[in-house]
């Protein structure tokens, strides 16, 4: 099986955590096409889906001019394993029902409006730019989301229950996106400080969950261990099928 070995630098993992955020992410949502309870919110989240896979594709790019050896975004999202990936554990999850695909949208986009608004100041004039176009799609993602959780948790009792089931399973996630970045990255103002970042979130989620009278789970232990690449058995599951045809051809093209 054919796989890359990275020269790594915190520059580099930091980048690539991200667009395997972005990448993960806009797999799991994919899979919603063609089965959303919806056809509006199938195309919703397929256009989502296609945001964060730009979003992805930018940052896999500058990852490659980051390391300078001719590697293309598709090398880094075919060509590393599981334990390469660094991607967040609340993304690699099973979708679960609506409710659940819905309400880790919500959560991660609340947190990452804040980030790419951040980023745009970065002292690395590439950072800035992906984030200045990411930031505007990340602000529908948030309000896209928000809208159908508090639609979801202040109406039935069915949906009210589902979305209360979907936050006690994924908060113990939510601790892992504010795992600190390395911190000359942080002090050049390369990368933003998610401490800062922190209180935004907890606002954001605060108001909604109070629309959507839901009541916020509390914090107590955090699962992590996806930004060090100790993952669960289901990214390994995801990528056997995002990698097969690259896996079986390496280097086929359409």
Known sequence: MTTIALAETPLLNAVLARADDALVHAHRLSEWVGQAPMIEEDLALGNVALDLLGQARSLYQYAGAIEGV?????????????????????LEQPNGDFACTIARLFLHSAFLHPWWQAAMASTDATLAAIAAKAEKEVAYHVRHAGEWLIRLGDGTEESHRRAADALDRLWRFTGEMFTPDDADLVAGGVLPDVAAIRPVWDATVARVLAEATLDRPGDGWMQTGGRRGVHTESLGHMLAVMQHLQRAYPGATW
């Open 70 to 90: 001719g590697r293309s975004e598709d090398d880094y999202a075919y060509l590393r394993d599981a334990p390469r990936f660094g991607n967040l554990l609340m």
